[in-house]
């Protein structure tokens, strides 16, 4: 079993496009949130997704979820897109679910905020219209964007007028949690006591909220999050199931990454010198995993490859608490099991991907668990039932 990658060498064993879904049995999601942004960035990757679908390009056969991607265009005045050709491209590639244009409302546009709102609307309006016209399968999305409860409300109860029964709220990634749940709460009073009204919330996984967000109408949600922070910040790159999280032990590529090249060509140090620390680290991490050598050792060698990286976080405490615990060997995921050590140590992209994909199995095995052990919803349905 590869995992498609060859983490002694760092080397991809083909060129096969590797997914979290590649990599386990079972995906560690529901479903996928494609933004056009994303797709458009690359031109080979655009015309391979048109030529083949969405599906077949991401070998998923479960719901994909197709949006815009506001984030990638916030700074503008207007979104860049027709809500009519949108439909269209949504239509043509095989989505199944599919949201209007958005416009973000966030504090650095405060003087636009009421322009957005409507903005947002009226492209959802016309959208809708395209969908009706063309008689398309896919769900239309009705995005949602407002700056506090009371907008958030009435965004809702114009898209519930126009005949959308999915709607998607916007602008709350970077929400705290209690002004997300008094979104929900303003949008269950106008949604109501119908009953075919999908909520979906954009990029907001919160687990301590998440029955209560699933009391107030919540159906789906997406985030990167989880994947992201493989690579992102110091101190929680791997998380567990009891809710730890563990920063990944840097051995940059001597060459490869822009930080090492920096310091060759900057500091006299040779290539040859560079990958000999590299390769010591390399070593001494995998010794200590096998009870080979002692945690200082390796800690001392990190720290110098650091130091030599100009790396001027001290991570000393945060690789010392991943080195005590050794977190990967607890973890029953494949991606674990197969490689072992190898996924704590952040290096380049593929590998630190792949931590994301155990980030995203851990989630998602969180998230299940909650919603198994949530009998009140499915007790109330019942009683609604009856
Ligand atoms: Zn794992």
Redesign the pocket.
């Known amino acids: 079993m590869s995992l498609h990658y060859d983490f002694m060498t760092d080397r991809p064993l083909d060129d096969i496009k590797v997914t979290a879904h590649h990599l386990y049995e079972e995906p560690p999601y529901d479903g996928i949130l494609v933004s056009k942004v994303k797709i458009e960035d690359n031109k080979k990757r655009l015309k391979e997704v048109i030529d083949k679908g969405i599906h077949a390009f991401l070998e998923f056969e479960g719901p994909i979820f197709g949006d815009c991607g506001a984030f990638g265009y916030i700074n503008e005045r207007t979104p860049p897109f027709d809500p009519a050709d949108i439909a269209d491209y949504y239509n043509s590639i095989g989505f199944d679910y599919g949201v209007s244009v958005d416009h973000l409302i966030v504090p650095a546009v405060d003087d636009e905020k009421e322009y957005r709102f409507d903005i947002t609307l009226k492209n959802a309006e016309r959208f809708l219209r395209r969908h009706k016209e063309k008689e398309y399968d896919f769900v239309p999305v009705g995005a949602a964007q407002g700056w506090n409860a009371r907008s958030y409300k009435s965004a809702v109860h114009e898209l519930l007028d126009m005949g959308y029964e999915y709607i998607a709220i916007g602008g709350l990634t970077r929400s705290q949690t209690p002004e997300v749940l008094r979104v929900m709460r303003a949008v269950k009073e106008e949604v109501g006591a119908q009953k075919n009204i999908g909520i979906h919330l954009f990029g907001v996984a919160r687990l301590n909220a998440l029955l209560e967000l699933r009391s107030l109408g919540l159906t789906s949600f997406d985030s990167a999050s989880h994947l992201r922070r493989a690579w992102l910040g110091a101190n929680s790159n791997y998380i567990t199931a009891n809710g730890q999280g563990y920063a990944a032990l840097r051995v940059p590529q001597s060459d490869r990454s822009p930080k090492a090249k920096k310091i060759i060509d900057t500091r006299g140090i040779s290539l040859e010198e560079l990958k000999a620390y590299e390769e010591a680290c390399l070593t001494l991490i995998r010794s200590y995993d096998r009870g080979e050598a002692e945690i200082d050792e390796v800690l001392e060698a990190l720290l110098w490859y650091d130091n030599l990286m100009d790396d001027s976080r001290n991570h000393g405490a945060h690789y010392k608490r991943t080195l005590t615990d050794m977190p990967w060997q607890k973890?029953d995921?494949r991606?674990?099991k197969e490689w072992g050590v190898e996924?704590i140590i952040f290096r380049g992209n593929n590998r630190n991907r792949r931590r994301g994909f155990?980030n995203t199995?851990i989630f998602y095995d969180q998230f299940r668990k909650l919603l198994a052990e949530d009998r009140t919803v499915d007790m109330q349905q019942r009683l609604d039932g009856l």
Do not use: A, G, L, Q
Request: charged share 15%; net charge positive.
């Open positions: 973890c995921c991606i674990c996924v155990h199995r």
